[in-house]
């Protein structure tokens, strides 16, 4: 009974996403007052052109293409839960493809869009998006003697440390 509580907790708990690109966001969710009015339903970043684009959870291709002239990608990462990349220059992925988590899905223009959204519903993907935690340490100039960085480690605003 503890191990079926356990794992339902941890199914519950929010995941903890790491940044598309290492760019500030410049442009930040608002949501809509209604399903058609104004807002912007992602997060925007400047990343210099041709920045690869990475992955922010595993899932399933859902669409690859151009709308309006803006090329796009959507990742299907749980049931009902779709990840848009929008802006993109280029796709490195197809239609139906399996995606890892931090695998380059495609390259940046200018500009990248980052949406997420749960049926119908726009989610800020903010909370999701993790920051990076642990000590600094300073490393010699020339790199003699540093030591290996390690895996970095996130922590999400809406939940605890993840990996």
Known sequence: MIAVLVL????????????PVDSAVVRAF???ACTWCPGHRGLEYRPPAGTPV??????VVSFVGSVAGTKYLVTEV????KVTYGMLGAFSVR????????????????????GVRQGNHYL???????????RLR???V??????PAGSPRWACATGPPAR
Request: aromatic share 4%; net charge positive; with cysteine.
């Open 138 to 140: 300073l490393v010699p």
């Open 124 to 134: 800020d993907p903010a909370p999701l998006l993790g920051r990076p935690f642990g």
């Open 95 to 114: 239609l139906g493809e399996r995606v890892a988590e931090g695998q380059v899905v495609g390259r940046s223009t200018a500009r990248l869009y980052l």
């Open 78 to 81: 749980v049931p009902g839960r």
């Open 30 to 32: 608002r949501a809509p």
């Open 142 to 147: 020339d790199r003699r003697g540093a030591r």
């Open 8 to 19: 339902v907790a941890a199914l519950a708990a929010p995941s903890c996403w790491r940044p």
């Open 54 to 59: 990475r992955a922010v959870a595993a899932g």
